[in-house]
């Protein structure tokens, strides 16, 4: 009788354990990613109080939008973050609308070297931005793209470009070939198939990498402050300003830079849930 609860209670007590383990998993997990936002959200909105106030509260006092509508004010920050958020557009764009057709052809067709092109297009992000900086900023100058967005967006998509191909090869060889074929029978062409078959069903990947195109060319500075001198996106302008400002000032810039991030994920988050399966209303 004992044997038979014990070998009863045994897998349940399992059961019960690797439950533990996912939920505590997943509370670190959220720990690690929320506590340095809520951290920088204190300190931006709390002001200097809000800076240097220790221990930290769980419940802040004395919080106001004040200090970040004053951040907002300053010179060049408005500007800067339009700038930023134009580049992100033109990469996720182009990132997309190049990296896409490529995965598709990767995925679909088989052809000489190309395995060879997969390397090379690795291999792309094998060289620092830092050895190509000046030629690109000499190039740059004679297309008439130097301080532009256009340009900023240029670089920032072929750093994206990469990551976009190969990410979506692999989201086209998880659509099985015989739907394709299967809306060929019925007399779509090729193109047609491609936009009623596959493309709705590698949706949530394309998102994936729209977000990862936006997250690069969001958070990229090195290329921009090189690339550009009055019209520089929100991470180079904060890099040449804020590091004689007070220490609010720059958790109000780091609340700025992350704040897009977060409402462009949380905006496609359907999309990004559909790869594991996971319904989102």
Not at 114 to 141: E, M, N
Not at 174 to 200: H, S, Y
Request: aromatic fraction near 12%.
């Amino acid at each position: 009788m004992s044997a038979q609860t014990t070998s009863k209670a045994g897998p349940a007590g399992f059961v019960s354990s690797r439950r533990w383990l996912l939920w505590s998993g997943i509370a670190a997990l959220c720990a690690w990613v929320l506590v340095p936002i809520y951290l920088v959200a204190l300190g931006a909105l709390g002001g200097r109080q809000g800076v240097y106030q220790w221990p930290k509260t769980g419940l802040p006092t004395g919080v106001s939008l004040d200090p970040f509508i004053l951040f907002l004010k300053t010179e060049g920050v408005l500007q800067s973050f339009l700038n930023s958020l134009g580049a992100a557009g033109i990469t996720v764009a182009l990132s997309i609308l190049l990296g896409a057709p490529a995965g598709y052809a990767l995925a679909r067709y088989n052809f000489h070297g190309k395995d060879s092109y997969r390397l090379l297009v690795l291999l792309t992000r094998a060289f620092p931005l830092a050895i190509l900086a000046l030629p690109l900023t000499v190039s740059f100058i004679k297309l008439g793209l130097y301080d532009t967005i256009i340009g900023v967006g240029l670089i920032h998509t072929v750093l994206a470009l990469p990551f976009a191909a190969l990410v979506t090869q692999g989201i086209f060889m998880g659509v099985p070939r015989e739907l394709e074929e299967a809306a060929w029978v019925f007399g779509c062409t090729r193109v047609q198939a491609f936009f009623k078959i596959v493309a709705p069903l590698a949706l949530p990947g394309i998102v994936a990498t729209a977000v990862f195109a936006f997250v690069i060319s969001w958070n990229e500075v090195f290329a921009a402050s090189v690339l550009t001198v009055r019209n520089r996106t929100l991470t180079a302008y904060l890099l040449t300003v804020l590091s004689e400002s007070p220490m609010h000032y720059r958790f109000a810039g780091g609340l700025m830079l992350i704040l897009p991030s977060v409402v462009f994920i949380f905006a496609v988050r359907r999309y990004l849930f559909a790869i594991w399966g996971i319904s989102s209303k």
